[in-house]
């Protein structure tokens, strides 16, 4: 079966791998790769579990054919600490139960980041629009949004 | 709330009393795994050369096989393995067979009749999950597409198609004497009777689907001492290793089961589908199986919630009491039993809701149709009906002109009052919530209301068993052979006439007792005693045969396999075919194992590494 | 075996079309075929040609580049009076993906950004220069061999344009219908008001009905009370799990009502 190479930086890192004619990035990411963190909810783009950020926007990778991503860097949750150092959205998450079975947290964080990256100073309703791609069906979404708007004001304190 | 006893001799080093938890975060044990993006769920498990196994599925809702075509798949690229129904060893199945409970009704790969659109059918087990579905999309299935059911009032109509050959008449058998779950408190009919006034109201609640983030799946691999791993999202892993044990005839102790980090599940998980399929997959194949499902797979074939319909009679007094209610229930159990004929059992012991009402009967069907099998869902046999009797406590309200909070604070339990299933009610609780209630709501309600408690004014008479009339109407096949009313009224085909009555008994049995209150020569087994899982166990009372069921004849090609159809040549029996029987149906014998559950391998020239011998 | 075939221009890409070939834009609707086994293509034929995100704006008309992505369109300036159809597709990641050519494939109950193309007067430029009303363009996108290029709309002022998506989740989900009017006035009269609906039937479709009700008068209540009566006329829904025919007949009027009395921001 031929296979394409495809190179691009995953959490910084220079990447390599041959794929699959076909083959979606979400695939590519956990099974060639091994980056487990993007999760699989439907292969549709309905419940953006899949979300990653490239060149820094959130894309739903189980919809991103493999083969596009040349060149580019994508960033998923396995790259969002800093070490042992959690990322601030990591730690409200965890503080403010914003997570129950956590299967779509690892979407909620990057469809989270891109925004706060775009808009360090959302409202409540720029943090409902920013997750309305993702699904959660356990939490109920209150927690998710209050922990957003609270990472988004520690990380507002820690620059200035 | 002072009312409330906890169980300290039981959990007395468990917790504090001085709870102050609610409205605040807790940080959970598994959460950093969640934000990291590590948490193990099942497909978080790598194994090289790992295949992909997916399922030909039922276009109709009901259809006779006549033929499975599998040769242009089977050349197909990738394809690695087609799994037949004859390939299952053990290929009939009920999920609750582990407590013994019902009838086996269910094949895993279904190969004589599809029951519900979406059943599985045929599996291919490929290197691509691409390749195992282009090549299911190449498997011609010759179907005879038989007249479906859909609504559980029409599957109970007596030319109504047989959905589910095991149960031939499209009801689940309580008890082997009823084609449904009764209850008998007191005499309805007598107090509608006196009743001032009657209130019925029809309430209906379709199938709500789990739909959780994580489609429903597994991972199974060959290990190294000849065990089989699988990697699950099931909710249920002892539920899940017990009946792949069952389903691929093997003895549990060569199967490694790890699963507890799920994704989303709230009892769409339980149905234990995909862990035999996978281990079947991996043992056929030596290779490492993957089976789940995608989306469109998790909301059509993935089991829901059942849709009830509930149909409640309530009579009163111009005061607002409730002397009577009567319900009647429907559970959609879809094609197959799952946990419906459960919850209708769980949902019986809850009747007549939070209320003292000194006269309650309730017929309640499990009901066969062409619809996706339904399971479990958070509080599932409880959701609907209780949905439906604050609906018509509602009703009930308006038609007394009474306010909806007083008549509820009127009419709930108190602390020593009898439940409709013959237990004593303690630590009640409705009357102070539906005050606390009124209050945050700025609901007035009376002083007199205001002032009562559940602590207060129970018991006594109210802690009586009354008069209780019963009733053998509803027996297994009759309403093949003409339309009997659903409902408890006792107004069908049969006598109207009350068989027997008992005497009134203070009912004082412990959890798990399961003694029904009722002289043994009577025909009341089936009255609900118990709702826990262990009390289905018991035996029915035998009944005094007054009324033998009516003949059931089935025809003969409702229950012999299509000509050339793959369970002809199927290596070990094939699904028994339902009892034709002029008699009352006979108790099919349980599935037991060959080798039950045994730890390690006997077989000549397995591997020594088996569990059993490591742990010597 | 599937191929990706990439090509520099939108021309190149249209002359590598063929037989089991299928032509990718944002992946949204190509990608979600393939993961369901339901291809009926062997090769993917794309481009990353600039030409189709091009924006110009003339007089009346403006021209958008069918590779336009939603998010394009809410980051351009000139196509403000678009940003609420665009922010009704989808969350941000895929509006980050999702093109407006492949709206215009996108089956039912998918595809309001067309609705709102429909009801400005589009039309459907392809790769090879020719062009198509989109109603004509509805009713033989399936078996479309061309490549759209772009698609040329009405340039509305004022408050001449409206759009509202109805769906049963909060803040947003599929349609259980979309609407969008564009309601040019001279004179104080409505002159050839355009109205269309999505999820209504299986393409975007006009109200013709409406529009004649309108044609010529005041956007007066009594003239908008004539209009959304006639809407049974021109729609005979289809059901699906979002809505059955029935229930999107009955509240059909009533959203038109409030779009064409109000704006439609309920």
């Given at each position: ?30 099974r ?32 991103t ?13 396995g ?36 925004l ?16 309305s ?28 | ?7 300290k ?24 795994g ?7 769920y ?26 499975i ?29 582990l ?22 059918i ?44 095991t ?18 408190f ?49 909710q ?7 009946t ?16 507890g ?29 993957k ?16 849709a ?17 209610r ?12 799952r ?16 209320y ?10 499990c009901?066969?149709?062409n ?19 604050e ?12 306010n ?9 339990y108190?602390d020593g009052?009898?439940k409709?299933?013959?237990r ?22 009376e ?11 129970g ?22 052979h ?24 203070h ?12 002289s ?27 009324q ?9 090609s ?59 | ?35 369901y ?40 300036r ?58 004509r363009?509805?009713?033989t ?27 049963r989740?909060?803040?947003?989900g ?24 999505g ?14 009700a ?6 007066g ?42 704006g439609?921001?309920?």
């Amino acid at each position: 079966m031929a296979k394409t190479p495809v190179q691009f930086t995953l959490n910084d890192k220079e990447t390599a791998v041959f794929v699959d004619g076909g083959a979606n990035l979400l695939d590519v990411l956990r099974r060639v790769v091994g980056d487990l963190s993007p999760k699989y909810g439907c292969g549709q783009g309905t419940c953006g579990t899949c979300t990653v950020l490239i060149d820094g926007e959130p894309r739903l990778s189980c919809l991103t054919l493999a083969e596009t991503v040349s060149d580019q860097s994508i960033e998923t949750t396995g790259g969002l600490a800093d070490g042992p150092d959690l990322h601030p959205l990591q730690r409200v998450f965890m503080e403010q139960f914003a997570a129950q079975c956590g299967y779509c947290t690892p979407g909620m964080l990057m469809a989270a980041k891109a925004l706060l990256a775009r808009n360090p100073n959302p409202q409540r309703e720029d943090v409902i629009e920013a997750i309305s791609g993702n699904i959660c069906r356990c939490t109920g979404y209150e927690p998710i949004i209050d922990a957003i708007l609270d990472a988004a004001g520690e990380m507002r304190g820690r620059v200035s | 709330m002072s009312s409330i006893e906890f169980r300290k001799d039981l959990f007395a080093d468990e917790r504090d009393d001085a709870l102050n938890e609610i409205g605040k975060p807790t940080i959970r044990q598994d959460i950093l795994g969640h934000v990291t993006g590590r948490s193990p769920y099942f497909d978080d498990h790598l194994f090289d050369g790992l295949l992909h196994l997916r399922c030909v599925r039922s276009p109709h809702h009901h259809a006779r096989i006549r033929a499975i075509n599998t040769r242009a798949a089977q050349s197909m690229p990738g394809v690695v393995r087609i799994i037949m129904p004859q390939d299952v060893p053990n290929n009939l199945n009920t999920l609750l067979a582990l407590i013994g409970f019902g009838k086996d009704d269910e094949a895993l790969l279904q190969g004589n009749k599809v029951a519900y659109q979406g059943e599985a059918i045929v599996a291919v087990v490929a290197e691509t999950e691409l390749q195992a579905r282009n090549a299911c999309n190449a498997i011609q299935v010759d179907y005879d597409v038989l007249p479906h059911v859909l609504d559980v009032e029409e599957a109970l109509l007596p030319n109504a198609p047989v959905v589910n050959e095991t149960y031939p008449n499209n009801t689940f058998d309580y008890h082997e004497l009823y084609d449904h779950q009764k209850l008998r408190f007191g005499d309805t009919q007598k107090a509608f009777a006196e009743a001032d006034h009657i209130v019925e109201g029809q309430y209906q609640m379709s199938p709500i689907e789990q739909a959780p983030t994580e489609t429903c799946g597994a991972i199974a691999a060959p290990e190294t001492n000849d065990r089989y791993v699988c990697y699950t999202s099931t909710q249920a892993l002892f539920f899940s290793l017990g009946t792949t044990a069952k389903l691929l005839d093997m003895p549990s102790s060569r199967m490694h089961f790890i699963g507890g980090t799920v994704g989303g599940g709230f009892g769409g998980k339980v149905d234990s589908l995909h862990e035999p399929l996978a281990v079947l997959g991996a043992r056929l194949t030596g290779r490492p199986v993957k089976y789940s499902y995608d989306r469109a797979e998790e909301m059509q074939v993935g089991a829901p919630r059942g849709a009830e319909r509930w149909r409640i009679k309530d009579g009163l007094l111009s005061d607002g009491r409730i002397i009577a209610r009567q319900f009647t229930g429907f559970f959609d159990s879809g094609a197959y039993t799952r946990l419906s004929s459960y919850a209708i059992i769980k949902g019986t012991g809850h009747l007549p809701g939070p209320y003292t009402i000194p006269n309650v009967s309730s017929n309640v069907y499990c009901v066969y149709t062409n619809r996706t099998p339904a399971t479990a869902m958070r509080g599932f046999g409880i959701t609907g009906v209780d949905f439906s009797i604050e609906c018509h406590m509602d009703k009930v309200a308006e038609t007394v002109g009474m306010n909806p909070i007083e008549l509820r604070i009127l009419n709930a339990y108190r602390d020593g009052d009898m439940k409709a299933h013959r237990r004593t009610a303690k630590n009640c609780a409705l009357i102070e919530c539906a005050q606390v209630a009124a209050q945050k709501a700025n609901w007035s309600i009376e002083p007199q209301y205001a002032a009562m408690s559940s602590l207060q004014g129970g018991g006594a008479e109210r802690a009586q068993i009354p008069q209780t009339v019963i009733d053998d109407v509803g027996k297994i096949g009759a309403r093949k052979h003409n339309a009997i009313e659903t409902d408890p009224a006792t107004n069908g085909t049969i006598s109207s006439k009350p068989s027997s009555t008992v005497t009134p008994v203070h009912a004082t049995q412990a959890m798990g007792d399961s003694v029904a209150p009722v002289s043994n020569s009577a025909p009341v087994a089936n009255v609900i005693a118990a709702t826990s899982p262990a009390a289905m166990n018991v035996p029915a009372v035998p009944a005094t045969h007054g009324q033998t069921p009516p003949p059931q004849t089935f025809t003969q090609s409702a229950t012999s396999p299509p000509a050339g159809a793959p369970s002809s040549q199927a290596p070990r029996p094939s699904p028994a075919p339902p009892v034709v029987s002029t008699d009352a149906p006979k108790p099919v014998e349980p599935y037991r194992p060959q080798q039950p559950f045994s730890r390690g391998v006997k077989r000549p020239g397995a591997s020594p590494f088996v569990s059993g011998t490591r742990r010597r | 075996m599937i191929t990706v075939e990439s090509y520099a221009s939108i021309n190149e890409a249209a002359s590598a079309m063929g037989a089991r070939a299928t032509y990718m834009a944002g992946g949204t609707l190509v990608m979600r075929t393939l993961n369901y086994g339901e291809q009926t293509f062997e090769r993917i034929v794309r481009t990353n040609d600039k030409t189709l995100k091009q924006i110009s704006v003339h007089a009346d008309r403006i021209t958008l580049g069918a590779g336009l992505t939603m998010s394009d369109v809410l980051n351009a300036r000139d196509l403000e009076f678009l940003a609420p159809v665009a922010r009704s597709i989808g969350g941000p990641a895929v509006r980050n993906m999702a093109t407006i050519g492949g709206n215009l494939f996108a089956a039912h109950p998918y595809g309001d950004f067309g609705v709102a193309l429909l009801a400005l007067d589009g039309q459907v430029q392809f790769a090879d220069g020719s062009q198509e009303d989109m109603e004509r363009f509805y009713a033989t996108r399936n078996t479309q061999a061309a490549l759209v290029s772009s698609i040329s709309i009405a340039r509305p002022s004022g408050s001449d344009f409206r759009y509202a998506k109805v769906s049963r989740v909060k803040p947003k989900g599929v349609s259980v219908l979309s609407m969008a009017a564009w309601l040019p006035i001279r004179a104080g009269r409505l002159a050839q008001p355009r109205i269309a609906f999505g999820a209504m039937a299986a393409t975007p479709q006009r109200a013709r009905n409406a529009e004649q009700a309108l044609d010529g008068g005041a956007l007066g209540p009594t003239e908008i009370q004539t209009a959304v009566g006639t809407l049974d006329r021109d729609y005979q829904p289809p059901d699906d799990a979002l809505a059955s025919s029935w229930y999107r007949t009955q509240v059909a009027p009533v959203h038109l009502r409030r779009l064409l009395a109000d704006g439609g921001h309920a």
